[in-house]
């Protein structure tokens, strides 16, 4: 536990640190190739704002998470737009072949759900954005849909876990 006393006093001296590492777990986990590798994202977040409930108000959290998030999708987005001209890309990709088709047909159909609710979905936060690149939609409805999705995922990790942390302290 020596760590993890260090850990907080480094957090409590430098808060911008710990703002920054919620920024960059949020985008390693909304980002296709970074995503796989890590731990699943609720139990990092959790690490972190528990390590860091001293140092930082919730909404600071909250705020660094939703900002990571929508850059992750951003950049899976503007990714998938480059697809074509990216082989080593398209061959990664090919192990899901079978959910893009399925995410390519529904963005056609219906792209603002999907867009939103994806986010909630572990694999599809980051197929879901690539796919909408491959299909050119507006960046505009994929950026607005992204920042609400990013900020209602964001409130729910971080406010409901600020809301349950302190019955286990």
């Not at 390590?51 to 705020?63: D, H, S």
């Amino acid at each position: 536990m020596e760590w993890v006393n260090a850990l907080m006093s480094h957090f409590a001296l430098h808060p911008f640190s710990l703002w920054g590492l919620l920024f960059g777990i949020a985008f390693a986990k909304s980002t296709f190739l970074i995503s796989a590798v890590l731990p699943p994202a609720s139990v990092m977040l959790v690490a972190v704002i528990s390590v860091g409930k001293a140092t930082i108000a919730p909404w600071e959290a909250g705020i660094a998470v939703m900002i990571g998030a929508w850059c992750g999708t951003i950049v899976n987005y503007h990714l998938g737009m480059m697809m074509g001209h990216l082989p080593w890309l398209a061959r990664i990709m090919s192990r899901h072949a079978d959910t893009v088709v399925r995410v390519r047909r529904r963005l056609q159909n219906s792209s603002v759900p999907i867009l939103f609710t994806s986010r909630f979905i572990a694999v599809l936060r980051y197929i879901v954005p690539l796919v909408a690149g491959m299909l050119h939609l507006h960046p505009v409805k994929v950026y607005a849909v992204s920042l609400i999705s990013a900020a209602t995922w964001s409130a729910l990790y971080v406010g409901g876990f600020s809301l349950v942390l302190p019955f286990f302290s």
